[in-house]
């Protein structure tokens, strides 16, 4: 069974410009979750998806912004880039529904964004 | 609002040797509490996770976690560590609200 895949591995923007990052789940999955892992800080919750919704994002600002396809595969935006927006980004996959808080998380690869 | 936190950024310990890494959460429910692994080189992946029930959980690798409510605590141990336990491990937090928060991690050299 395929796991969860990102693209690109590694992206390289300059400030000010914008960047997609995009995600499939694991088939099956509706949930998708994106993160940052930023050094030294852990993974920052972005966002959650499921079945096409947004249902829950973390304390980052609106340039930061997605969505879900009806495939449930993901893209995760990122405007008007900052130098402290490098970071490697993760997504995740569960199965989803009501039973999402207790569903493990299965992770992708991540990509890794550097803002020059 | 709910945190992680894990005290240890780095931890050396030598092949054989015991091994426990802290977590500590602040919600006042019981929460539902994970830890992760990442092999360097590798994805993130579940070690382990505790709901409900017998506050001792096992989980892969001989990895267990023992919930201390009292405590708010989740610590991570393993009797005898291997080389191959070299990675980063974070604690992870959900108390329902459909967002889990991670602590900052702790990484984990072990020496042959």
């Known amino acids: 069974e395929a796991g969860v895949t990102q693209s690109p591995t590694h992206l390289i923007k300059t400030r000010g410009q914008q960047a997609t990052l995009r995600c499939s789940p694991i088939?099956?999955?509706?949930?998708v979750y994106w993160y940052q892992q930023a050094l030294g800080l852990g993974l920052q919750f972005l966002l959650w998806?499921?079945?096409?919704?947004?249902?829950n994002r973390g304390n980052f600002p609106p340039r930061f912004s997605g969505r879900q396809f009806p495939n449930y595969s993901s893209e995760l935006n990122v405007n008007a880039l900052e130098l402290e927006d490098s970071a490697l980004y993760l997504c995740?996959?569960?199965?989803?529904?009501?039973?999402?808080?207790?569903?493990?998380?299965?992770f992708g690869p991540g990509t890794r964004l550097l803002v020059l | 609002a709910q945190s992680v936190t894990q005290p240890d950024i780095h931890i050396t310990v030598s092949e054989g040797a015991s091994l426990e890494l802290r977590c500590n959460y602040s919600?006042?429910?019981?929460?539902?509490l994970f830890w992760y692994v990442q092999y360097p080189g590798q994805h993130l992946q579940l070690l382990l996770k505790?709901?409900?029930?017998?506050?001792l959980v096992k989980g892969i690798k001989g990895f267990e976690a023992e919930f201390i409510k009292s405590k708010f605590s989740f610590n991570l141990r393993k009797p005898s560590v291997q080389w191959s336990d070299t990675a980063e491990y974070f604690c992870?937090?959900?108390?329902?609200?459909?967002?889990?928060?991670f602590g900052a991690g702790t990484r984990l050299f072990v020496k042959a």
């Open positions: 995740a996959s569960s199965l989803g529904g009501t039973a999402t808080p207790q569903e493990t998380q299965y």
């Open positions: 088939s099956g999955h509706t949930s």
């Open positions: 998806y499921d079945e096409g919704e947004e249902r």
């Open positions: 919600y006042g429910a019981t929460p539902y």
């Open positions: 505790y709901f409900s029930g017998d506050p």
């Open positions: 992870a937090v959900n108390a329902g609200g459909f967002k889990t928060i």
